[in-house]
Every structure is written in C-alpha cells, then in structure tokens.
C-alpha cells in the first residue's frame, strides 16, 4: 500500500494511490494520516439489477478496522485502530492503547471471537511493530485471563494483514502480509519457511500456545511451516468466509497496477498460491517464479488519486435486501466505491453505494452486513 502522511487532530490514518513503486512506502488500508471532514455517506447509484443500497450510521467510534459479533450477543463488537475494542455504544471492552504501535498501518487490526463465544481474539501490533494475535476469556463483561497465542517479527511497519475469522471448519485463520516495504523485498509471499505473505489456520484452543489441524497443507512437509493455509499474498487486509457455502474470499491489496480479490472454495484442502510477488492480479511483476498460481476472480487497477486498496467484504445471505442476495460485497478504500459481483461465476461487480474511507465490512448474525469507516462512522447497510 501507498503512504501519504500528514497530520490530524488525532493522528487519523487514511490511504492514498502510488501510481509508481516507492520503497518503503506502501499503500495500505490504515497507513497515512490526514486532516477530515465531517463524514458522509453518499447517495448509491443504481445496480445493475433493480435495486439500491443506504448507510444508516449506527454509531461512532476512532478509527473502527474491524467488526465482530459473538454468540448470544446481540452487541457488536468494533476494533479500534487506536487499541481499544468497544461494543458498537461506546463500551470498553479491553485496552490495548498503551501497548499498540501507532501510525502507518500498525495497531489493533483485527478481532474475532470463539464460535462458543467464550474466548475473544485480537491481532495487533505492539511498540516495536511486531503481530500478536491474543487471546482473552469473555464472559459478557469482563475479558481476562490473556494469553499470548501466536508472535511474528516484522521487518517493516506495513503490510501487516491483522484479520482474524473463524472458519466453518471451527478454526482460526489469521491474515499476514509479505512483512512490507515494496516489492517484497525479502520474497516471502513465494518461501514456504516464513509466516508472512500468508493465510495461517491453527486451534487456538487445541494445545499451548495452539494447535496446527492435522490436515493443513504443509503440516507435513519439512521446511514448511506447518502452520501455513494458503500463500502468495501480498497484504490481505480483509477476507471473509461465506456462512451458506463456506467459500473464502480474500482482498489482496496491490503494489503499482492491479488490486485483487481471490476465491477459494469451500472444498479446498489449502495450499493455494495466489502469485504474489511472482506477479500482481494476473500480471508478471519483476519476473519471479512462482508454482501453480491460482488466479484472482476479481481486478481492478490502481489509479492516481482513485482506486487504491481493495476491502474484502462478505456473500450477502441476509433476509432485508432481496436482490442481494449471492452477491459479494467489496470496496476500495481511497475511492470509497462499494461494488456487489455476483458469487456464482465471480465477476467485476457494479457500484452500489460509497463510503468514505471504507476499511472494513461486517456480518451481523442475521446475515445482514456493516460497512465500517475509518473516519468513525459505522453503518447498517440497508435497502433504500
């Protein structure tokens, strides 16, 4: 991702579009900061099919990144950038504010909780740069007992993935980026011995400090690290799982020209390449090698001042918003453009509304979805 820095009353981190390479600044959902205005959630245009979307604001916080709902709760829960997550009216619910890194694309990036709703996750970076993802016990009120599940040193302050979800199959898949800088310096999306440039699946619960399934792709091959799901990415800020299907989708956020959006069914045994940095969307970039690539179903380009980071979303399975339904919801988060493809034969897909500043999409356990952005606002996506 590209960085542009600048300062705001307090220290907001936005993003803007690099048309060329320039190392170390990258261009990433979370990287720069920049003085705003009071945010606005645009009229949508019209879809290909009938129909249109709004964004309701529900609530907001500083710098929402990422949304959570837990078993049994009707709360929802929002990671802020800043290191607090809060429940959507303003609740504290653990403080990481004094630990977190700050600025760039640094901080608490991601939240997920136990499919039984008794442990929550949180992936963040702490003074030096470096991910953690933890773990607390939750009973509703109170998050204790930490424990520190899983640490990777990071060689630069970008491309730190930082989503977390737990798939259908109950375990915790945890998004890494290539460890940042530009190009991929130290080719880690394509080296098998590294974390970075990966999509990990371990069981949090399974052993101490955590379990690797016995079926991962390289849990048996050596060298590997066991722990690996997919690999050849970039910086996979957002990915989320369908709930019908179980289907994977993955925003990959691009270098110069091309941001992508890959697909893995639901009947995969893991192991997908998706190129990176033998090449960017479907493009050779500096000539590496890479094995059985697997390529993205969705691209768009970068542009100067438009396009700039893609934002994965979910398959809309909600009830409200008929015509929706089976489509994939994403986003780019410099534009603010909020586009639906259709998930059967992914395609580029439509624009159906803006948000400004988008940096990440939520799924209620209704099915019905959340556009997050990082100005603060939170918003029900509803049915104009």
Not at 55 to 68: D, G, H, S, T
Request: proline share 8%; charged share 25%.
């Amino acid at each position: 991702m590209r960085l542009v820095a600048v300062l705001s009353a307090f220290v907001l981190v936005t993003l803007t579009a690099c048309a060329q390479e320039r190392a170390p600044a990258p261009r990433d959902p979370v990287e720069s900061a920049a003085p705003t205005p009071e945010p606005t959630a645009t009229e949508p245009t019209e879809p290909a099919k009938p129909g249109k979307l709004r964004f309701k604001q529900i609530a907001k916080l500083e710098q929402p990144v990422a949304f959570a709902v837990r078993k049994g709760d009707d709360r929802l829960y929002v990671a802020e950038q800043t290191g607090r997550l809060r429940t959507s009216d303003g609740d504290v619910v653990i403080d990481l504010s004094r630990e977190v890194s700050g600025g760039n694309e640094q901080g608490l990036l991601g939240v997920a909780f136990h499919p039984s709703g008794r442990w929550v996750y949180l992936d963040w970076t702490d003074a030096r740069g470096d991910t953690h993802v933890t773990e607390w016990a939750f009973d509703g009120s109170r998050a204790t007992a930490r424990r520190d599940v899983l640490t990777q040193d990071q060689p630069y302050p970008n491309h730190n993935g930082g989503q977390l979800a737990f798939g259908p199959d109950g375990y915790l898949y945890i998004a890494l980026g290539d460890g940042g800088s530009a190009g991929d310096p130290q080719g880690n999306g394509q080296d098998l011995t590294t974390l970075l440039g990966k999509i990990l699946r371990i069981d949090p619960r399974g052993g101490r400090p955590y379990k690797i399934p016995d079926d991962n792709p390289f849990a048996d091959q050596k060298g590997a690290k066991p722990e690996i799901w997919a690999y050849g990415l970039r910086n996979p800020w957002r990915f989320g799982f369908d709930r019908d299907t179980g289907d994977l989708w993955i925003g990959d956020v691009g270098q110069n020209a091309w941001e992508e959006v890959d697909h893995q069914p639901a009947g995969s045994r893991g192991g997908e390449n998706y190129g990176w940095n033998a090449r960017e969307g479907k493009s050779r970039f500096r000539g590496a090698k890479g094995r059985d690539m697997v390529d993205p179903v969705i691209t768009y380009p970068l542009e100067e001042g438009g396009n700039c980071s893609v934002i994965a979303g979910y398959v809309y399975r909600g009830a409200k918003i008929p015509w929706l339904r089976g489509r994939f919801l994403y986003g780019d988060f410099c534009a603010g453009w909020i586009k639906a493809a259709p998930a059967d034969g992914p395609r580029d897909g439509v624009e159906v509304g803006k948000v400004e500043q988008l940096s990440s999409f939520g799924q209620g356990h209704d099915g019905e979805l959340y556009a997050l952005s990082l100005r603060g606002p939170i918003y029900r996506i509803e049915p104009a």
